[in-house]
């Protein structure tokens, strides 16, 4: 059972547009997130994290919204650019999982010149 | 290059054999994580160490799965009487764990990731 769940396996956006990436939990118990993207041949790589006890974090063209109540979280990109095209992964620890993360299935982006 | 190496970085072998592959963390870092991916999944936990201790393993580490990190510096991952099902990209990570921050601020913090090793089992 996937306790961290990215529903739209790929995404398609026009540069200078926003892209807004979905993610969905599962277990209550998780108190922080954070995305990661991964270009090909690539190891994973940070991007932007947030608290349970926070409602958004920003950071330069990144925002990451959470809805606790909804078990639900976003990343928004804007302006898109094409270098943002890669996976993104959304990840979750917390509860019985302690420091250890939770990653989703991914989501692709693809940014369009 | 200070971040996250690992070798090698693919490896093609036949049912039965056994493999290893090597992590290097970013020297200062304390902790360091094994994670298997598989096509169109994200990356799924296998084990961590805190120095030279093993601390958690994750169920999906069989038996045939082993992983040691003697100095506390670098790792090795070694599975014995590799199956196709373990075809896999395997992926190591470190971060550097500060028991003396708060709760929230410790808990998850970036974990960097090395390039990984694709294993294929034929």
């Known amino acids: 059972d996937q306790q961290v769940k990215q529903n739209s396996p790929s995404l398609s956006v026009q540069e200078g547009r926003i892209s807004i990436l979905n993610c969905d939990y599962t277990?209550?118990?998780?108190?922080?997130f954070l995305w990661y993207k991964k270009y090909p041949a690539e190891g994973p790589t940070f991007l932007i994290s947030?608290?349970?006890?926070?409602d958004k974090n920003e950071d330069g063209r990144f925002t990451v919204f959470l809805n606790k109540s909804a078990k639900h979280l976003s990343l928004h990109i804007v302006p898109s650019q094409p270098g943002d095209s890669a996976v993104y992964f959304c990840?979750?620890?917390?509860?019985?999982?302690?420091?250890?993360?939770?990653f989703g299935p991914g989501t692709r982006l693809s940014v369009l010149p | 290059d200070t971040g996250v190496s690992q070798d090698p970085r693919h490896k093609i072998t036949k049912r039965g054999q056994n493999v290893t592959f090597r992590c290097d963390p970013i020297?200062?870092?304390?902790?360091l994580y094994w994670y298997r991916q598989t096509l169109g999944q994200g990356p799924e936990f296998l084990t961590y160490?805190?120095?030279?201790?093993?601390?958690?393993k994750s169920r999906l580490l069989s038996d045939r799965f082993s992983a040691e990190r003697p100095k506390g510096s670098f790792s090795t991952l070694e599975i014995q009487r590799t199956e196709q099902g373990d075809s896999a990209m395997y992926l190591c990570?470190?971060?550097?764990?500060?028991?003396?921050?708060?709760?929230?601020?410790?808990?998850?913090?970036?974990?960097?990731f090395g390039p990984g090793t694709r294993l294929t089992v034929l």
């Open positions: 020297s200062e870092h304390n902790r």
């Open positions: 990840a979750a620890s917390g509860g019985n999982y302690g420091q250890n993360f939770v």
């Open positions: 160490f805190q120095n030279e201790a093993q601390l958690e």
């Open positions: 277990n209550s118990m998780f108190d922080y």
């Open positions: 990570a470190s971060r550097r764990h500060d028991p003396s921050r708060p709760v929230v601020g410790r808990r998850g913090g970036e974990q960097f």
């Open positions: 947030i608290s349970s006890i926070k």
